[in-house]
């Protein structure tokens, strides 16, 4: 009987205490995410752009527009990844017009990035080019002009074990200019995960909010992947469904029904993207300045496909023939 009573005891104590292996589990993640934020909240970086918008739905005139993003340096060199949506004001309003079936006139609404800045913790800033982007990803890559700087950053690695439901993250961040730009953390989980050739995964609220261009990491800080903005393809006329994206922008309502959602890229997408930022080369300056018209500062220049190198190859035959 004393036995029984000596269990029973120690099974009321832990009813009441709760799990204790959880309870370790929630302290090591936060303990973890304090100290790797002392060790690397330096490489959690501000971007400033200053970006011309032209035309429009109804045919304004240009206009530009100043904005600052969240970016992440990935590389000692100053490399910084972002989420190229943040890059572009206009990113949602053409995503939404592209499904209305021309119902709106007017010239074509475009934007390009006139000036970039990165700006560390201290506020010392570094002037920049954007010199990859990957819309389908959302990622788009920033290198500093200064290149005898060397940089705060965090090293990205693949993971080795596959990320799971309900694991728990925490995402480094960095405030706005409201909040003086003080490195922010916040705990979440993973709720989702979306299989397919590009898998990306869906957090809760806490940990996706405010966090696009920042990294999640696992209870042992390790990186997982990096937030970005995933939008609705565009559909075939102004039917139920984008009347419902609309009204969810405005009105900030009805997530699941979304023109677009927050989701967490994977460490592997971005490491795979990060090489080819590494090799971009930098836009020149002069020719930017040049062509007003030209292409966006830092549009990644699409590599040719196969068939266009031979097309090309049989031209360069036909000129020798009639040469």
């Not at 995410?33 to 240009?62: C, F, N, Q, Y």
Request: hydrophobic content about 40%; glycine content about 10%.
């Amino acid at each position: 009987m004393k036995l029984i009573s000596t269990i029973a005891a120690v099974a009321a104590a832990l009813a009441l205490s709760g799990a204790p292996g959880e309870a370790r589990a929630e302290g090591d993640i936060r303990a973890t995410a304090r100290a790797l934020a002392a060790k690397s909240s330096k490489a959690v970086v501000t971007v400033e752009l200053v970006v011309s918008i032209k035309g429009g739905p109804m045919g304004g005139g240009d206009e530009e527009q100043e904005i600052e993003v969240v970016g992440t340096v990935i590389d000692p060199s100053g490399l910084t990844v972002v989420s190229a949506s943040e890059l572009d004001p206009t990113t949602m309003i053409k995503a939404l017009l592209g499904g209305m079936g021309g119902m709106f006139p007017g010239g074509d609404l475009d934007s390009v990035v006139k000036e970039t800045l990165i700006v560390l913790e201290d506020g010392t800033e570094f002037e920049a080019d954007v010199v990859l982007k990957d819309a389908d990803l959302d990622l788009a890559f920033i290198r500093p002009r200064d290149t005898d700087k060397k940089f705060d950053w965090i090293d990205l690695k693949p993971r080795t074990e596959p990320i799971e439901m309900l694991e728990e993250i925490f995402v480094l961040s960095r405030l706005g200019r409201l909040q003086n730009r003080v490195p922010a953390l916040s705990l979440g989980t993973v709720k989702a995960i979306v299989k397919g050739p590009r898998t990306f995964y869906i957090c809760d609220g806490e940990a996706s909010s405010g966090s696009l261009g920042s990294l999640a990491f696992d209870s042992a800080g390790q990186p997982l992947g990096l937030f970005v903005m995933k939008q609705a393809a565009g559909g075939g006329g102004p039917d139920s469904a984008m009347a419902m994206g609309f009204l969810s922008i405005i009105m900030g309502a009805g997530s699941n029904r979304s023109a677009s959602a927050t989701i967490l890229r994977s460490i592997e997408d971005v490491l795979e993207i990060a090489e080819q930022a590494k090799a971009a080369k930098v836009p020149e300056k002069e020719e930017a300045d040049a062509e007003d018209d030209g292409d966006e500062e830092g549009e990644m220049e699409e590599p040719e496909s196969e068939e266009e190198e031979e097309s090309d190859e049989d031209d360069e035959d036909e000129e020798e023939e009639e040469k």
